[in-house]
């Protein structure tokens, strides 16, 4: 079954570094999609990109953050310079032309 | 009302046992719902989705009441496996764009 992969699975990086999340979405797929959750709450919605920009953002996304496509199967998200704040699970997602967004294994930020 | 409000639980039943989890959203133009399944540090898994009154598979049933706002999901003879925990989705309005996701309801299941 194809599959969201995502790297790295965990990273530790010092607070007001910056943080490079990598995804390979479903190959065929065109939406694709950053979400994050902190540890014991919910599952929260980052951005969503087509057609090579961002289609919609969360107040979550603000200039810290940025999302690329650099080629035809990567996805990336950006954090330019960590708080403590952003140590969460990050999970990038993808969408076909069906309704079904698929996520990945997530990566897990810790920020120290 | 909370975009999308659910019973946090835990709910705590024996194998075999039937479940229900309950779900409210707040955003009257979503036309479709999903029920996702999440286990302890994992990614959400789609579980079921809802586009009309209902929908069936096996021992999993979704039932989506729109005048009042409300999704469910039942949960027939309960098994171990079953034990994680259930997060209501509802999209942003119209399309697929944006998911907003409940808190999640814990189930453990045990023997």
Redesign the interface.
């Known amino acids: 079954e194809p599959e969201v992969t995502q790297t790295p699975s965990h990273q530790v990086t010092q607070m007001g570094q910056e943080v490079i999340l990598r995804c390979v979405p479903i190959s065929n797929h065109l939406y694709f999609y950053w979400y994050r959750q902190i540890l014991g709450q919910k599952v929260e919605f980052l951005v969503s990109f087509y057609n090579n920009e961002i289609s919609e953002k969360s107040e979550i996304f603000d200039d810290q953050f940025s999302v690329e496509r650099p080629d035809g199967s990567n996805f990336t998200l950006k954090i330019r310079s960590t708080k403590l704040e952003d140590s969460a699970m990050y999970f990038c997602a993808s969408r076909g032309s069906g309704n079904t967004i698929y996520f990945g294994e997530g990566s897990w930020l810790t920020v120290v | 009302r909370k975009e999308v409000e659910q019973d946090p639980g835990p709910f705590n039943v024996p194998e075999g046992a039937t479940v229900a989890f309950n779900c409210t959203y707040s955003n009257s133009a979503s036309q479709?719902f999903f029920w996702y399944r999440?286990d302890c540090?994992?990614?959400?898994?789609?579980l079921m989705?809802v586009y009309s009154s209902g929908n069936e598979d096996g021992r999993f049933t979704a039932q989506l009441n729109r005048a009042s706002q409300y999704i469910s999901l039942l949960i027939r003879d309960s098994k171990l496996s079953d034990s994680a925990t259930y997060?209501c989705v509802v999209p942003?309005g119209g399309g697929?764009?944006?998911?907003?996701?409940?808190?999640?309801t814990r189930l453990a299941v045990h023997p």
Request: glycine share 10%; no cysteine.
């Open positions: 479709s999440q540090r994992k990614e959400p898994k789609l989705s997060l942003n697929y764009n944006k998911l907003i996701f409940g808190a999640g």
